[in-house]
Every structure is written in C-alpha cells, then in structure tokens.
C-alpha cells in the first residue's frame, strides 16, 4: 500500500526539545520568607521578522528538516521526562499499582458523574490535526502540544505543525498555515511546543515556540536553538505580528550564559503577561551529561522582558534570563524549579501591581527533576513564585524572585491512561506489513495507552488576588487507579500566599487527564480536558470550575470515536529510544484554555474520526481523516 508523501520526522532521543536563553538577577523566599540571590543576567534581542499578510496556506514537503532520517525505527521528538510512569496491575478485579497496591500517599476520588448532555455549549467544533500537519507542514508528529488564544471575535489555534485562525462559532478566518510561516522560520528549521495568551491591557496576541536550528544541507540540528516570541500588530491575528528570536542555548555563546553541560534543551515553553511584562518559561536539559543537579536537568529558567517594548514593535528589547531556579534551603534534599508555569492574568481582572508589578507562577515537587536527591514519584506540596518589581522592565531591570512551599493534597506520577478497545489500522497493517516497510518482529502489535504527563502543572490563571492551578496525578476511583488530577486555588499575596481550596477531578473506570482552566474575573469559568477509559475512546470534555472547584459532572463535548492509533503505541517505531524496544505514548501534552470578556473557549487533544483497516488499506488518510502515522485530532469548544 502506498504512503503519503508527507515523512514522521525523527530525532535523537539525546536531542529531544531545545531551549535556552539570556541570564537574570534573583531574590528567593522559602516558605519561612528567607531571601536570596540566584543567577541572573540580561541581554538585548532583536526584532527578527514581521509580517502583515497571513503566510499563504502551502505545503513544505521538500524542507530540510525532512532529512532528518526517516525509517521503521522512528524515534520521538517531544518534551522531556524524566520521571518513570508506574506500571499496574490487575489484583481482585481491580486495578492497583504494581509496585505497591495501596500506597498511603494514593487520594481517594470520589467520581464525577460522566454527561453527553454539553451544557453550556454555545458551539463546538473539530480544529486542527495530523491530517492537517501532513498537508502542510510535510510531515506527522505526536503529540500536538495545543495552544489556544482568543479575543476580538478570533479564536487562534496552534498545535505541532500548523495554526489557524477561527471566528466564535467555528468557521476559519484564514487559511492552515505552516507554523515556520507564522513565526518567520525557515521551512528547514524544526519548530516545536507552540501557545499562546491574549492580554487586555494591551490588546494583543502574544505567542512562543521552540525552534532546534536544522542544517538545511544534512537535516541534523546543529544544537543552537531559540525561542519565538510573537507579538500581534493590533488586537486582530489575522492582520500581521512582529517576531523577536530569544537565544537559549546556554552554552556562553551569542550572549548566553555558560550552564553546566551545555548546549541544552530549553524545553516545555510557555508564556505570560502582567501590567508591565511578557515571561517565558523552559526546563533546561543538556543534549548528554548530569548537569547541574546531578539528574540530567539544570532546572527551570525564565526570561522576562517589556511588553511596553515589544507591543510598540521595537527593533530590541532588553532580556532579563532567571537561571536553574530551584527553591532555597540550608540542609536537606535539593527542590529545584521544574516547569514553573506562568500564570496568565484573564480578561477583565486587574493585573497583581503590588510591590512595583508582580507575575505569579506554579510548580510541583513529584518529578525526578524536581527531586534530584529524593525522588519517590510523589508529593504533597507546590511551590508559589512570584517575580516582583515587574515594572523596571520598562527602565533599567531590577526584578526579584520569590518562592514559598505550600501544603495540598498528595499527588504522585500516574499510570499511563487507558481507552476503549476499537478500530486500530495502523496495528492491524503493522501486523501484516500491509505498507512494505518490514516484517515487524514484535508482531503481533497491541493498542497502547495514553501518556498521562508526570506531575507538572498544566494550567495556571490569575484573577483577581487568586491563582488556579492543576496538575495530573495518580489516583484511586471506585477502587481502581486511574490518572485525574489536582486542582488548586491559591491566594495569591506574595509570601501571604495561601492554600484557599484544594481537590481532585477523576472519573469511575476512566482518566481526566492535561486540564486546562479558565476563569473570568470573578473566578468562575470551566476547566477542559481528555477523558478516556474503559467505555470512552478519547474525547474532549470539561466541568464548570470555580474557586470551589469544578462541577459534579464530567461533561463530554467531542465523544472520541476510535483509540489513538499514533506510531509511537508501537514497538515497531521504538519512541522510547531504547534496546529493546519500547513504546512511548504520546498525548497532550498540554491543552489552553481562554475568556475572551464574553465567552470561555476549552481545547483538547481527541480522536475525532474511525477507519476501518479495509479503507485504511485502500487509502491511509482514510478520506482526508488521519495520516498513516497517526489520527489525533483537536476540539475547540465554546461555553457561555
């Protein structure tokens, strides 16, 4: 059977993501409010590139990251983790985890009750997928890293490879295009974990990803790489943006700093803005050695710099770069900064301008990066951030960063998620090499899981005084384990900075999993995520949120219709990078989530279409559904 033309793109598992930066100034309160001073350094970026024009909707099949070696031993490109997902295992009918059946650490969840009834829902709609990516970026990959803004009557939509602008209730306002076109890349250039926030006060769109620089001659990445920050024009995305190119290479040269075994990968990208900044943040990872930890991790790094500037389309802007965050202690086990997520200020809330402008963060203390000397696989505290004196971005930068540890409830690393058995044609063809590219030796092949992320927050907002934040964990539901998550409400009062509520969201014989919150001002909104199990394919759904956290029911807005059926569920492709084999689930690995003022939009990862293996032999994008390699899709739904 003849394949796409369109290639998977593979890439050394010692590669993996890209990022790095500028170096900062910091001061740091532990949770008795001490201070220090961390690495900090700045530098000045400038403005590389600019267009007015939506980029025309084309296909790069011939980029120069299509060299990148292409095989039946496909390899993962996707954000780092470093944390082992527990196995399970099935003891008197349930589902218990291998190791240990019945931790003391595992929460008990009462279950919500699952809906097909889409309360709320104004519109609901199919958006980008690897369908998509194939058509126009020239390639497939997992998972779709979805980014999701929206404002002004324009709902923006970006996932790996490709973006989209829609209007509220569906319907496109531009054609696909290749996300290099967006950010200015080359079509040769590897660009990867897009998102993206509107800010009120400024009216405007802003936008990262990270881009691993690819010899165009070779295909193999060169180990520089830098993140794009995209800045709309005005208050419309579809009338042109100014692009400014951060360096995080982090290995002293082009103005970086010198980080233990660099150059490194900046991973995990994602933004913010206040009254006065834009914020990024990255995990640091080197391409081979123990770096500064011990553990293969350096520590979370975030770059700061005027949104006053970059709004005004200045030719550069000065960046201030906060180093290997890790929280401060005289004795003990190590904690250090692992993704500490940046929490966007919703629409109609007033900006937290308390001692010369603050910006607000979250992270966790389960991961094996955040715990280099202690590592259990869970916890039961976060850490609050915050980075005050955000206003002297506009002058001469003079930041400083706190943070202070917080009690909730215990979370640990979850299983991966399982979904309901159906239509697989990927596997069936792998089974009988239906396509030509060799006898699988591990056939036959079975459906994978769903990767349930490792602990990280995934979601953080800011409205008025309050922060809310959630992660996923492991936890046990109707007597089995299952992956959910934890949500939290913080107080947000720099080192007054309490726990106002706290608790978990999971589902009877299924998985919640990669939540998204928004909320208005008032803190009311929903929160979207993917639920999947033993009676649900993965499908897109949500529960109302607010400060008491999210509703009784778990409400589905896109009913999956078949499993996943990507390439890395396969040993054949071997995404786990290793001898043996192994599979790597992908999925998510985040969703957004936005309130534009009149409506809250909720967007996740879901399987949207079947194909049976007979269409799919005859033709494997199985009517313009899927790819060969893969059959994720994304929904987009609005709510109010």
């Known amino acids: 059977m003849p394949r796409s033309s369109a290639r998977v793109l593979i890439i050394s598992s010692a590669v993996g993501l890209l990022a790095a930066g500028l170096s900062p100034l910091v001061g740091v309160s532990s949770s008795a409010a001490s201070t220090t001073t961390s690495s900090t350094s700045s530098s000045k970026v400038s403005l590389h590139s600019s267009w007015s024009n939506w980029p025309a909707a084309q296909k790069h099949g011939s980029a120069g990251a299509m060299n990148l070696t292409e095989s039946g031993t496909l390899q993962r490109y996707t954000n780092r983790s470093n944390s082992p997902r527990p196995a399970t295992r099935t003891m008197s009918g349930k589902r218990v985890l291998a190791a240990s ?15 097909t009834s889409h309360p709320g829902v104004t519109a609901s709609w199919n958006g980008l997928n690897e369908y998509t990516n194939a058509a126009f970026a020239g390639f497939v990959v997992e998972p779709p890293d979805q980014g999701l803004c929206a404002a002004n009557g324009h709902v923006l939509e970006m996932i790996n490879d490709v973006v989209r602008v829609y209007g509220t209730g569906g319907s496109p306002q531009t054609p696909v295009a290749y996300l290099n076109d967006f950010f200015g890349e080359p079509g040769y250039q590897f660009t990867t974990d897009p998102s993206c926030v509107y800010d009120s006060g400024s009216n405007r769109f802003f936008a990262t990803e990270l881009t691993l620089d690819t010899d165009p001659n070779t295909g193999g990445l060169t180990g520089k790489n830098w993140l794009d920050l995209a800045v709309s024009k005005s208050g419309d995305p579809t009338a042109g943006f100014n692009i400014y190119r951060i360096n995080v290479t982090d290995d002293g040269s082009s103005g970086t700093p010198s980080h233990t075994d660099c150059p490194c990968i900046g991973d995990f990208p994602h933004l913010a803005t206040n009254a006065n900044g834009v914020f990024l943040t990255t995990n640091e990872y080197p391409f081979e050695g123990a770096v500064a930890f011990g553990n293969e991790f350096n520590g979370a790094q975030i770059y700061a710099l005027s949104k006053r500037v970059v709004v005004n389309g200045a030719t550069s802007v000065h960046v201030v770069h906060l180093s290997n965050l890790r929280v401060p202690s005289t004795s003990g086990a190590r904690k250090v900064g692992f993704t500490v997520w940046p929490a966007q200020t919703t629409v109609g809330s007033n900006y937290p301008t308390a001692n010369g402008g603050t910006q607000y963060f979250v992270s966790s203390l389960a991961a094996e990066e955040a715990r280099p000397d202690d590592f259990t696989g869970h916890a039961s505290q976060v850490a609050s951030w915050w980075l005050t004196n955000t206003s002297s971005l506009n002058s001469t930068p003079n930041l400083s960063l706190h943070v202070k540890l917080l009690n909730v409830g215990s979370y640990g690393i979850p299983p991966t998620s399982n979904q309901k058995a159906g239509p697989v044609p990927l596997k069936d063809c792998l089974n009988v090499n239906c396509a030509g590219e060799g006898t699988d030796p591990y056939a036959p092949e079975q459906e994978g899981a769903l990767d349930s992320s ?3 927050p995934l979601t953080a907002v800011y409205a008025n005084g309050s922060v809310y934040s959630a992660l996923d964990t492991a936890m046990q539901v109707s007597g089995n384990v299952q992956a959910g998550f934890e949500w939290f409400c913080l107080t947000a009062n720099a080192s007054n900075t309490q726990v ?19 909320t208005n001002a008032s803190g009311q909104g929903y929160v979207g995520y993917t639920l999947t199990g033993d009676n649900w394919y993965p499908s897109a759904a949500y529960s109302t949120f607010s400060g008491g956290g999210p509703g009784s029911s778990a409400d589905i807005s896109g009913a999956g219709a078949a499993p996943e059926d990507g390439f890395c569920e396969y040993l054949f492709y071997n995404c786990g990078n290793t001898d043996p084999p192994s599979i790597r689930p992908r999925w998510g690995d985040y969703g957004y989530a936005a309130w534009t003022g009149h409506h809250f939009y909720v967007a996740n990862e879901f399987i949207a279409h079947s ?5 799919f032999v005859n033709d494997s994008t199985c009517g313009g559904t899927r790819h060969f390699y893969g059959n994720f899709a994304t929904r987009i739904t609005r709510l109010g």
Request: proline fraction near 12%; hydrophobic fraction near 35%.
């Open 101 to 115: 059946p019945s931790p003391s650490w595992l929460p008990v969840v009462t279950p919500k009750t699952v809906t």
């Open 454 to 456: 490792d602990t990280r």
């Open 611 to 615: 194909c049976s293996y007979a269409t």
């Open 500 to 518: 106002a509520k706290k608790g978990y969201l999971g589902v009877a014989h299924g998985n919640a999993i990669f939540p998204a919150i928004t």
